[in-house]
């Protein structure tokens, strides 16, 4: 359900970026005959400079889209409750030594949960976003349900980071983009006349934007050395400068690529990779080699669950699921699910399984929920 079977009348306030996406967004669903207003959400405030941070540059890029469309523009500033809902989990993540993704958690918590209860007090009857995800209202057991889908451009889908939301969130979504491919998305903008039809795509966090992670991070997490050793031998082999400076499965920035370990055919030195963290005693394991036993994993263990359906998916049904954004859907089934956990088996061992990102469960096309991996 990518709009109303009535817009005339049915008032929708459009999250609104400054990006192509959101731009065409708002575009389609005033073409469309609905009483659309763009709203542009301020989440971040400290240290916002325009050498990392874009936002006066988005606010400008998106008055210039809302006056060329015709829609009114509210500016609202949720800084507080991203810092308090969102920043603060992320840093409470990496001290703890796992690698969190706080897009997903402002989705949940700020752009699905402020911003949609700021929209029902300016009166709209829907809210109305740029992510590329489809919305299907179905009748399952003689109840309506909401489902949240794929998007039809399989590059683009960002149904992994929406996991979070609810049957009542849902409900009052709109995806104008779902059905689209991003070329037609550029090309509807640029036939409109609007400026952002090739702007760049904001990548990374966005309270981090350009600058370097590491850099960032030491600016609230001081640093605390400790070592770098073997996992198969407890070699040492070096220091790092803290252990939520690294994530499982990192290659670069360890700098210890010059130790002498296993040698593959052609003499030449594996590549060293973050295998585990010991946060007892503060020391960083790594292995030699990307397909290392102990970078692979066919099982996980997930907490934190949210059931998009309200209800927990069938055990030992093959489903398919993400243990990170960017790799394809692997055939796993859910073997339990008690006392707020899941465990998924995966029908093969997956790579640098990561505790603190998110798996997102899979049924076809439609995205069942998922949780956080522990």
């Known amino acids: 359900m990518s ?41 971040w405030e400290d240290d916002d400079s325009d ?27 949720f800084s507080t409750e991203y810092k308090d809902k969102v920043f603060a989990d992320f840093l409470h993540e990496y001290e703890a030594g796992r690698t969190p993704n706080p897009d997903i958690l402002c989705n949940s918590e700020i752009k699905f949960r ?3 209860d700021h929209a029902l007090d ?19 057991d003689g109840r309506s ?22 049957q009542a969130q849902l409900a009052k979504t709109l995806f104008p983009l779902g059905d689209l491919y991003k070329r037609e998305v550029r090309r509807i903008a640029a036939e409109a006349g ?35 050793r073997a996992l198969d031998d407890n070699r040492l082999l070096g220091e790092h400068d803290g252990l939520m400076y690294h994530t499982i499965g ?29 946060m007892s005693d503060n020391v960083l394991y790594v292995v030699q080699g990307h397909d290392h036993p102990a970078l692979l994993r066919d099982r996980l263990l997930a907490t934190e669950l949210n059931w998009i359906a309200g209800r927990d998916p069938h ?26 956990r899941a465990e998924i088996a995966f029908a093969q061992p997956q790579w640098a399984l990561t505790p603190g990102q998110s798996v997102v469960v899979y049924e076809s096309t439609v995205c069942l929920g998922g949780g956080i991996i522990v």
């Open 194 to 228: 609007l400026h952002v039809a090739d702007k760049k795509d904001s990548t990374g966090i966005c309270f981090i934007g350009e600058r370097p992670f590491r850099s960032f991070l030491m600016r609230y997490l001081p640093s605390r050395p400790g070592e770098i």
């Open 3 to 43: 709009s109303s079977k009535d817009p005339q009348g049915t008032k929708v306030v459009v999250g609104m970026s400054g990006g192509v996406d959101s731009s065409v967004a708002a575009l389609l669903l005033k073409r469309q005959g609905f009483e659309v207003t763009g709203l542009f959400m301020k989440n």
């Open 315 to 340: 055990t030992h049904w093959v489903y398919t699921a993400k243990p990170r954004y960017r790799t394809p859907d692997m055939p796993c089934e859910v073997d339990s699910i008690a006392a707020g």
């Open 250 to 278: 990192q290659r670069k920035g360890l700098h210890i690529g010059g130790i002498k370990g296993n040698q593959d055919e052609a003499g030449e030195h594996d590549a060293w990779y973050v295998a585990a963290k010991s």
């Open 51 to 77: 050498e990392y941070c874009s936002t006066r540059q988005d606010l400008v890029d998106v008055a210039s889209v809302c006056d060329v469309i015709g829609i009114d523009l509210e500016v609202v500033n």
């Open 114 to 116: 402020c911003f949609l």
């Open 145 to 166: 349900e909401f489902q949240l889908l794929k998007a039809e451009d399989g590059t683009k889908d960002q149904s992994y980071f929406l996991y979070r939301l609810n």
């Open 122 to 140: 300016l009166g709209a009857d829907r809210i109305a976003t740029g992510h590329y995800a489809r919305v299907r209202e179905w009748r399952n």
